[in-house]
């Protein structure tokens, strides 16, 4: 595979910010800011507003932020540890949906359809995250078996991988697939995929600091129900609501201009649940991410409960 942005480093990124008390809820992203992460940050401004306290860590990838979880280093990971779950035995729950899988395989024009990925090698976000089990899936479907896997977070990053002309295959997100799309769409292909319901970037924590911190926990998901709904009615209110100062405003001004576009095409497109997935998503991850792999045994036989926690977002959603 060809290489890209190899040094990125195997711990934490050296970013993290808090707001002012000693008491604090520790998150654990699994990127550093960016337009992705803008209505999330949104959200945080509204749980700060009422009164939660916490501060955020960036990791390189969705494995180390997931491994901070469980070792108790943060209390609120980014990220689908399905796999994790079911391995460590560890009491970790997911809390609230943050998107959807909604991916898709970009590649140069030496290929037109996801049979003629066999044996070649592809470019994905992180091992065991959400486009490692969109290529499981692909692999069991169409009969296919990629080459090399290599792995680089951020579908920005990897959509610059393949304009460099350092990959030729990858599975990038909606906003960076229409991106390339309108400025090469001479130089790439969008492959035709399936439709996918499940989790890609979900909120988790131990189930025994949820109870413990059920309070904080109300306030953040409160929090995040609200912005997640505002934001399917109206989606230029992240950019409205996005903190001139705070990690997001400090991006660059390009970023900031599209966010109206980045949030219009990604509710279009049905990325985001206003209901914060809930039961309909777990449901559909049990589905995807046994047959990805990631989960042992068959999704009938699977117990939701055994995964995800939903008294917090049930008094959010009132359901």
């Given at each position: 595979?060809?290489h890209?942005?190899?040094?990125?480093?195997?711990?934490?990124i050296?970013l993290?910010?808090?707001?002012?008390?000693?008491?604090?809820?520790?998150?654990?992203?699994?990127?550093?800011?960016?337009?992705?992460?803008?209505?999330?940050?949104?959200?945080?401004?509204?749980?700060?507003?009422?009164?939660?306290?916490?501060?955020?860590?960036?990791?390189?990838d969705?494995?180390?932020a997931?491994?901070?979880?469980?070792?108790?280093q943060?209390?609120?990971?980014?990220?689908?540890?399905?796999?994790?779950?079911q391995?460590?035995k560890?009491?970790?729950?997911?809390?609230?949906?943050?998107?959807?899988?909604?991916?898709?395989?970009?590649?140069?024009?030496?290929?037109?359809?996801?049979?003629?990925?066999?044996?070649?090698?592809?470019?994905?976000?992180s091992?065991?995250?959400?486009?490692?089990?969109?290529?499981?899936?692909?692999?069991?479907?169409?009969?296919?078996?990629?080459?090399?896997?290599?792995?680089?977070?951020?579908?920005?990053?990897?959509?610059?991988?393949?304009?460099?002309?350092?990959?030729d295959?990858?599975?990038i997100?909606?906003?960076?697939?229409?991106?390339?799309m309108?400025?090469?769409?001479?130089?790439?292909?969008?492959?035709?995929?399936?439709?996918?319901?499940?989790?890609?970037?979900?909120?988790?924590a131990?189930l025994?600091?949820?109870?413990a911190?059920?309070?904080?926990v109300?306030?953040?998901?409160?929090?995040?129900?609200?912005?997640?709904k505002?934001?399917?009615?109206?989606?230029?209110?992240?950019?409205?609501?996005?903190?001139?100062?705070?990690?997001?405003?400090?991006l660059?001004?390009?970023?900031l201009d599209?966010?109206d576009?980045?949030?219009?095409?990604?509710?279009?497109?049905?990325?985001y649940?206003?209901?914060?997935?809930?039961r309909?998503?777990a449901?559909?991850d049990?589905?995807?991410?046994?047959?990805?792999?990631?989960?042992?045994?068959?999704?009938?036989?699977?117990?939701i409960?055994?995964?995800?926690?939903?008294?917090?977002?049930?008094?959010?959603?009132?359901?």
């Open positions: 595979m060809k890209f942005m190899t040094t990125i480093a195997a711990a934490a050296a993290t910010a808090s707001s002012a008390s000693a008491e604090k809820i520790r998150i654990a992203l699994a990127e550093t800011p960016s337009d992705e992460l803008a209505a999330f940050f949104v959200a945080l401004d509204r749980a700060k507003a009422n009164g939660l306290d916490y501060e955020w860590t960036a990791f390189s969705e494995e180390l997931i491994q901070a979880v469980l070792s108790g943060m209390d609120i990971g980014f990220g689908t540890p399905y796999a994790a779950m391995r460590s560890a009491p970790v729950r997911i809390i609230f949906q943050l998107s959807k899988l909604k991916f898709f395989p970009v590649t140069t024009k030496k290929y037109s359809k996801l049979e003629d990925l066999d044996g070649e090698p592809i470019l994905l976000h091992r065991g995250g959400g486009t490692d089990s969109i290529a499981n899936v692909i692999e069991d479907k169409m009969g296919i078996t990629f080459g090399e896997r290599s792995y680089v977070p951020g579908s920005a990053n990897r959509v610059v991988a393949l304009v460099a002309g350092q990959a295959a990858t599975i997100d909606l906003s960076n697939k229409n991106k390339i309108r400025e090469h769409s001479d130089k790439f292909n969008v492959l035709q995929m399936f439709d996918v319901e499940a989790s890609d970037e979900a909120l988790f131990n025994d600091w949820i109870k911190n059920e309070g904080d109300q306030i953040f998901v409160n929090a995040l129900a609200s912005v997640w505002d934001m399917n009615e109206d989606p230029t209110i992240v950019s409205r609501e996005t903190d001139p100062e705070g990690p997001i405003g400090q660059p001004k390009e970023i599209e966010l576009t980045f949030y219009s095409e990604a509710v279009e497109g049905g990325l649940d206003p209901a914060g997935g809930g309909k998503a449901a559909a049990m589905e995807w991410y046994s047959q990805a792999g990631q989960l042992e045994g068959d999704a009938s036989t699977l117990n409960d055994d995964f995800w926690y939903m008294a917090p977002l049930d008094a959010a959603t009132g359901s």
